[in-house]
């Protein structure tokens, strides 16, 4: 407990300057392409042309989903799936890859995680924007809940931040543990339904174990607010044990921070 | 009398490790036994307001142990150090990145140091005028050459104005203008009553400007005290090592381990 008040406190006192390292952050990851920022859509843009093709027009051979053409619902689970796998990877590697340049001074090294998530959000933001005004003109205002959708991006915020807390740490220590994570994400693409939807005759148990996904509930909860614009997830029970799912991580992750942050120069 | 740094019985080992999973195991269940590496063993000393301290050594005698220590950089594993005020470590090449322009380094590492919006704005033109590199402040840092480098380094610590400074041969790329115009910007520091710590191989550098003198040699203090006396002995030795043959120099480092690792085990 008193280690999440150490490092809640070190986030608020350098509010500044975690908004202004975020910005040198987006800047620096574009600074050396000639097309610069532009591949903040561009990159998605490829990928997601890839999904449609294989997923849509492909295996689903364009059938629509619950009445929803499947390239909208496709792109609703992958705006947010895209910041939560950048989140993961960035975050877990963030301590590690930028202790060489923080270690000569006296730096508060639990705003580095926050930073390098907050500057992901800001290029899922614009993929937001964007993805708005494709689900509005082809779908229409009515279905939208934007109090919903700000909360989901909210809490999709903080669980990557709480999550990015453990993985840095752990990563920063014990190189595998990065390794391992590049390819857990690369799993949890799969198991977490974005590209295929849980069929009907799935065995309940399992179903509810996908339900307990943290990351099922952020892209479930991104498509609820944009495609039918109900409150069902977020009244639903699933929101508690999201939240608490966050709790446990923030204990656990500022735990081993604290802990360990004095001799993470030393693991270099 | 009053004190700026106080290092007390301060010991600093890294134990070293055969494999990487002993790291882990380490790790996990915090085992004492291992073979370390004593980079300062039970070092103690005072310094005082308004000193400039060099400190001189061969090469892995723990001189950048020390400067870690001091700025707050790693932690003791055994003893206290004690610092009254913020102490900055300049570093060849610390803190600089890459992709990002002078000027966005300039504000990056003032954010990093603590420094806020106005204090920044403030030394920006002060740190332009010190570091003397023209148009190129707007050029991406890796397009500098190392003497570049070196100067917008120390332009940006100097200017931070630390109450303590923390040189670390930093100024041995730098060409005999620059060196003289840090030497003169450290004479200020000097007569303001701050407190810096010279590392340098430089004898004569050392000798024309620091006020006391610290011999570290192989992890311990081997001799602190007054500049003319210290750096003679230190000169005097140094003549005396590179005239002996390689088996002589192994043997020396032998008896003067042993001899230490003698000292511990009667204090233990």
Redesign the interface.
């Known amino acids: 407990m008193k280690s999440i008040k150490v490092v809640l406190q070190e986030q608020f006192q350098n509010i ?2 975690i908004g ?2 975020s910005a ?1 952050e987006l ?2 990851s574009y ?2 392409n000639v097309l610069g920022s532009f591949w903040i859509i561009l990159n998605p843009l490829f990928q997601i042309s890839v999904y449609w093709i294989v997923f849509g027009l492909g295996i689903r051979g364009g059938r629509d989903v619950a009445g929803t053409p499947f390239f909208i619902w496709l792109i609703c689970g992958l705006v947010p799936w895209f910041f939560i796998s950048a989140a993961i990877l960035q975050g877990s590697n963030s301590v590690y890859a930028r202790l060489n ?7 508060p090294l639990s705003v580095i995680p926050t930073y390098v998530v907050m500057a992901q959000m800001y290029t899922h933001l614009i993929l937001v924007a964007i993805l708005l005004i494709i689900v509005m003109i082809s779908q229409g205002f009515s279905h939208i809940n934007i109090i919903s959708l700000v909360y989901f991006m909210l809490s999709s915020f903080c669980f990557l931040i709480s999550l990015s807390f453990v993985t840095s740490t752990l990563s920063t ?4 543990i990065h390794l391992l994570i590049q390819t857990a994400t690369r799993m949890l693409f799969y198991i977490t339904p974005i590209l295929w939807i849980p069929s009907e005759n799935m065995p309940e148990l399992l179903k509810q174990a996908f339900s307990l996904n943290p990351f099922y509930y952020i892209v479930e909860g991104y498509r609820e607010a944009l495609l039918t614009g109900g409150w069902g997830l977020l009244a639903s029970p699933y929101t508690l044990a999201f939240w608490f799912i966050i709790f446990v991580l923030l204990l656990f992750g500022s735990i081993i921070h604290v802990k360990f942050r ?2 993470f ?2 693991y270099l | 009398m009053s004190y700026k740094v106080k290092f007390d019985a301060v010991t600093k080992r ?1 134990k070293m490790y055969n494999k ?1 999973i002993d ?2 195991k380490d ?1 996990l269940w915090n085992r004492g036994k291992g073979e370390y590496h004593y980079a300062l063993n039970k070092i103690s000393f005072e310094v005082e307001e308004g000193e400039i301290v060099g400190v001189i050594g061969l090469n892995g005698s723990g001189k950048s142990t020390l400067s ?1 220590l001091i ?5 003791p594993n055994e003893g206290s150090v004690d610092i009254k005020g ?4 300049i ?1 060849i090449g ?4 890459n ?2 322009t002078g000027l ?1 380094n300039i ?3 003032g ?4 420094l ?2 106005q204090e920044i704005q403030e030394i920006t033109p002060k740190v332009i005028e010190f570091a003397e590199i023209g148009k190129f402040i707007k050029q ?1 840092v890796k397009t500098y050459s190392s003497g570049m480098k070196s100067r917008l380094g120390f332009a940006i610590s100097v200017n931070i104005d630390p109450d303590i400074l923390v040189i670390d041969e930093a100024l041995s790329v730098g060409d005999q203008t620059f060196t003289n115009k840090c030497l003169a910007k450290m004479n200020e520091f000097k007569e303001d009553g701050k407190t810096i710590f010279f590392i340098s191989h430089s004898l004569s550098q050392v000798k024309s400007f620091c006020t006391k003198a610290l011999w570290i040699h192989y992890g311990h203090v081997k001799e602190y005290g007054d500049i003319g006396e210290v750096a003679g002995h230190y000169g005097h030795f140094l003549k005396e090592y590179n005239a002996m043959s390689k088996e002589e120099r192994e043997q020396l480092r032998e008896k003067e381990l042993k001899e230490f690792s003698h000292g511990l085990l009667s204090i233990n």
Do not use: H, I
């Open positions: 500044y300057m202004r390292l040198y800047k620096k600074a050396d340049s923080v270690s000569k001074m006296n730096f220590m014990v190189r595998d004095k001799q120069v030393d | 890294y990487q790291k882990l790790l870690n700025a707050g950089v790693t932690m913020t102490a900055s470590l570093a610390a803190g600089l990145n992709q990002l966005e504000e990056l590492k954010l990093m140091m603590g806020t919006k991406p």
